[in-house]
């Protein structure tokens, strides 16, 4: 059967023993990034941006450079869609021209119709949904550190988003407890929070949702979030508000482990879901996460595009 059944949709179509080859491989990759220059030699990305982005376009652009290939970047000027062209169309044409698409969307269907009508791989960038790139570069990171995650504590705080679902999803294929600690009325969506659970109950491991900032205690690994995602701007100064007691400064931290680690997804808002004394401060492995984009989305793209 092919990785991940041909295309990165959702952490969750992936196999636990997926899941960690796309973190050795881009271990591996980190470690000795001349050895896999040739992997995907001549071969073209296709990279559909309707949200604009840093990491994931500098690092899928980079990434595929670095394994021999080309990215072509495809804003929504570039392309029909915002013109009424179906998703089928633009996927049946583009499977004609490249090797594989990265979308980076609003709609998590449109990366399904780009997978079910396009013939080539699928790599979903980003959709109001999941963000799957990065919790398996995020995955990657946290092994960087703790070797084996199996039985760590992993503490998402902020709205359940598709941030939040994607985590959720890595902690279960990598043998972590979940927790998802949110104000009240921002809790992740009740179908990934079913898949989730059932994940969990195949793992072993505990998915548990809260809106107590006191289910930090013990954590391995304590992630954030903005408060407000791209889109929803105009419900900033309400989740200000609703936020206000769920900020990652000092006194949240000292619940968890003492050799825990701090980790964001960027860009971060010092002073809101975040403390500058925690983002900036040494059990802050931000920065580390954003390199590693594009050690794991090389992976991702070798075992989809290529042989590896």
């Given at each position: ?134 919790g398996l570069a995020d995955l990657m990171t946290i092994t960087e550190v703790f070797g084996d995650p199996t039985g760590k504590k992993f503490v998402y705080v902020g709205d359940g988003n598709n ?48 809106e107590s900032m006191e289910d930090i205690e013990g954590a391995h690994i304590v992630y954030t979030d903005v408060w407000a995602s791209m889109g929803q701007e105009e419900e900033q100064s309400i ?70």
């Open positions: 059967m092919a990785f991940g059944n041909g295309h990165l949709l959702s952490i969750n179509d992936l196999t636990a023993e997926e899941v960690k080859a796309v973190v050795d491989l881009g271990i591996a990759m980190k470690a000795d990034p001349d050895a896999y220059r040739s992997t995907l030699a001549g071969q073209t990305l296709g990279m559909i941006f309707m949200k604009s982005s840093t990491r994931t376009r500098v690092s899928f652009e980079v990434g595929i450079y670095q394994l021999g290939g080309t990215g072509l970047f495809l804003s929504s000027r570039d392309i029909q869609l915002n013109r009424g062209e179906p998703i089928s169309d633009t996927a049946q044409v583009l499977s004609r021209y490249v090797d594989g698409i990265m979308a980076r969307v609003f709609d998590h269907s449109d990366v399904e119709d780009l997978a079910e009508y396009g013939s080539i791989p699928v790599i979903n960038g980003l959709t109001d949904l999941l963000h799957p790139c990065q941030m939040a679902h994607s985590l959720m999803f890595m902690c279960s294929k990598a043998g972590m407890d979940f927790v998802c600690i949110s104000p009240q009325g921002y809790a992740m969506e009740p179908e990934m929070v079913e898949l989730g659970i059932e994940d969990a109950q195949a793992a072993g491991t505990q998915m548990i949702q809260s989740r200000l508000q609703d936020f206000a007691d769920f900020t990652v400064d000092a006194a949240a931290m000292s619940r968890a482990d003492k050799d825990a680690v701090f980790m964001h997804c960027l860009p971060a808002h010092r002073g809101e879901e975040v403390s500058a004394e925690v983002c900036d401060g040494p059990q802050s492995i931000i920065f580390d996460q954003a390199e590693n984009r594009l050690h794991a989305q090389k992976a991702i793209m070798a075992k989809l595009m290529g042989d590896l």
